[in-house]
């Protein structure tokens, strides 16, 4: 049973060595989160650790979709109490590649953000929201990507408006 577990595991890698321009990764950043809008949302907390996962499908080498979840983590407002961040978010992410090994996106897409207050409780904004980066892939299935992302968050009603930003660097792996 072992030998045949070995057989499986290291036919999966030797697959992976060889994936092409299309299909399925995922990736897992984490970075610095920023929020800020001097005019409406003053925090005495703007930074905090932010998480971000995602899984994409790479139609070719130029063009692809990613689903992504962000944790922003915890900013606190001038005179409030810590409000926790989040948001998800659809995708279309579009790809130079400059060789085999590095590449630069700009994805683009619509995103769902959620301020957990004590005062209003959940207070959700859909809005447009767009990202940067580069990635470097050590193997065709690894590789290393360094990003930002922005997003809305709050809403004029209730907590004001913000724009919170990530950060960050992650890995990535493509099935």
């Known amino acids: 049973m072992k030998k045949i577990a070995s057989v499986v595991v290291l036919s999966a890698f030797a ?24 005019d409406t949302y003053s925090l005495s907390s703007k930074t905090a650790t932010g998480v971000s996962g995602l899984v994409g499908y790479q139609f070719n080498k130029y063009f692809g979709l990613e689903v992504q979840y962000t944790d922003f983590g915890s900013v ?12 998800y ?11 085999d090994q590095w590449s630069a996106f700009l994805r ?6 959620t301020i957990d207050t004590s005062r209003y409780g959940n207070v959700s904004r859909s809005d447009v929201t767009w990202g940067i980066g580069a990635q470097y892939n050590f193997t065709p299935a690894w590789g290393l990507r360094v990003d930002y992302d922005s997003y809305g968050v709050g809403n004029s009603g209730n907590t004001g408006t913000a724009t919170t930003g990530l950060a960050s660097i992650g890995v990535v792996y493509k099935f």
């Open 89 to 99: 978010g659809l995708n279309a992410v579009g790809t130079y590649p400059f060789n």
């Open 15 to 38: 697959c992976s060595a060889f994936a092409a321009d299309e299909g399925v990764y995922i990736a897992l950043n984490v970075g610095q989160s920023s929020t800020s809008n001097p």
């Open 108 to 113: 683009v897409g619509a995103a769902n953000t």
């Open 76 to 87: 606190t407002p001038q005179g409030g109490s810590s409000q926790k961040i989040s948001g």
